[in-house]
């Protein structure tokens, strides 16, 4: 029953008009008739004319605990009244309390923090520490990943969309172990193999490291083929190599089951790199690593000027207490089971529906227009989501073709949010 305060700020067409001049056609052009968002309370965004949206996409899977949680709006006040910056060169409280809490929620040895601004950061910076380390340059990611856009990351990206040509050296991409596309179907053994093949054709024997994604996010919620990651753990080990876990989508509880997604697959990384649901929209990132790993960045004096700041951390320790406060990883876990069973319900409805898969509140539906054939839906998958703006739901949507929907709400997301996702699709 939340209404917000009156907006009277220019309309979406006067914004549109301006934005000819002043900023890039490739940014608001997720709908035909682009949204304006001026409010957000919890699972719900209100454009202009005050009209309320079910956000099922959560700022890309950012909005963790809910849009403008009080526990989290109230921590960064408090904390900007206060101190707003200094430097991660002088000791700061807000800082070394979200470290602790942060190394408390990861297994073995993964203790020492690093702190960045986004995703990509945390990915280059990832990479960069295995280079340090086990003075190798190559390193191997998957066919179909998304690491982010800085020079490093794309290159460990693997979607035509996202290479831009520019210099991205030293990766190689391994077959992509997806359940549903994969030429091995759901044996995450054998894709494992591809690795093997890799490391010995394609590098010198060593490597730096193995990075990939949980379940795929941007690459359309795909979650690994079971037995994949011990497999492949087990041969970049035996080459010398550091394996990365990108939780940058798939942590943070949002896969309902487990706090991180890497847990899924029963492994344990050297590196953990993390953002979005962090800090629940605020710009924060993490590497979370061992302290023989971190040794290599302490020998070197790693600074980044941001991140770390004492806001975005006082955000981010306030994400961790709601999660728990809220049991918001058991709630993922629920929902996104009875979500992901009216889903598929849907699916035995709709020719059109491929598949349905993810974990928690990580959920995609791949639309084909052809099932035996996989004939990717892309202009239908547009189609759709138009027509779910129209009825007040907002998902996502990605897959190399771009023709999968990802839902991935705030995970305070309930039963009956989960029946007007799919009623909305269901028309
Ligand atoms: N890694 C994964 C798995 C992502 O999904 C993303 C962004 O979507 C990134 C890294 C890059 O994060 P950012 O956009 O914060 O740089």
Not at 212 to 238: C, D, F, H, R, W
Not at 258 to 268: P, R
Request: glycine share 10%.
């Amino acid at each position: 029953d939340y209404s917000p305060p009156p907006y009277n700020g220019p309309s979406a067409d006067e914004i549109l008009a301006k934005r000819k001049d002043f900023l890039s056609p490739s940014v608001c052009n997720y709908y035909q008739k682009p949204l304006l968002v001026v409010d957000g309370k919890m699972q719900y965004l209100f454009d202009d004319k005050g009209r309320r949206y079910l956000d099922a996409f959560g700022g890309i899977a950012t909005v963790s605990c809910g849009h403008c949680h009080p526990d989290i709006v109230n921590a960064i006040v408090n904390q900007t009244k206060r101190l707003q910056h200094s430097t991660v060169l002088y000791l700061n409280q807000a800082v070394s309390d979200f470290a602790e809490a942060l190394a408390s929620k990861l297994p073995g040895n993964l203790k020492v923090v690093f702190f960045t601004n986004s995703g990509t950061e945390a990915n280059e910076l990832a990479m960069m520490m295995a280079r340090l380390y086990t003075g190798c340059h190559d390193i191997i990611s998957l066919r179909n990943a998304y690491h982010g856009n800085a020079a490093g990351t794309m290159g460990a990206t693997a979607q035509s969309i996202w290479k831009f040509n520019v210099i991205q050296s030293g990766v190689h991409h391994a077959l992509n172990p997806d359940p549903y596309r994969g030429i091995f179907g759901a044996d995450g053994e054998k894709y494992a193999k591809d690795v093997e093949n890799l490391i010995e054709f394609g590098t010198s024997g060593q490597v730096a490291a193995f990075i990939s994604e949980a379940i795929q996010g941007v690459g359309g919620i795909v979650e690994l083929a079971p037995g994949y990651l011990p497999a492949v753990y087990k041969s970049i080990k035996k080459a010398g190599g550091l394996c990365i876990a990108d939780e940058v989508q798939s942590g943070l509880a949002r896969t309902g089951s487990f706090f991180w997604g890497f847990e899924s697959q029963g492994v344990v990384p050297d590196i953990v790199t993390m953002a979005k649901g962090i800090g629940n929209g605020i710009p924060l990132g993490a590497v979370v690593t061992t302290p023989e790993i971190a040794e290599v960045l302490t020998r070197r004096s790693y600074f980044n000027t941001f991140g770390g700041n004492p806001v975005c951390t006082a955000a981010g320790l306030a994400v961790l207490r709601v999660i728990e406060k809220e049991k918001l990883q058991e709630n993922a876990h629920v929902v996104g089971t009875y979500l992901k069973d009216r889903l598929i319900a849907l699916k035995d409805k709709y020719e059109i529906i491929g598949d349905v898969r993810g974990r928690g509140l990580m959920l995609g539906v791949e639309l084909v227009t052809d099932r035996e054939l996989k004939t990717p839906a892309k202009a239908e998958t547009l189609h759709v989501m138009d027509h779910m703006k129209d009825l007040g739901v907002l998902i996502g949507k990605g897959g190399s073709y771009g023709n999968v929907f990802r839902i991935t709400p705030p995970l305070c997301f309930t039963k009956e949010d989960a029946d007007f996702v799919v009623d909305a699709m269901d028309y």
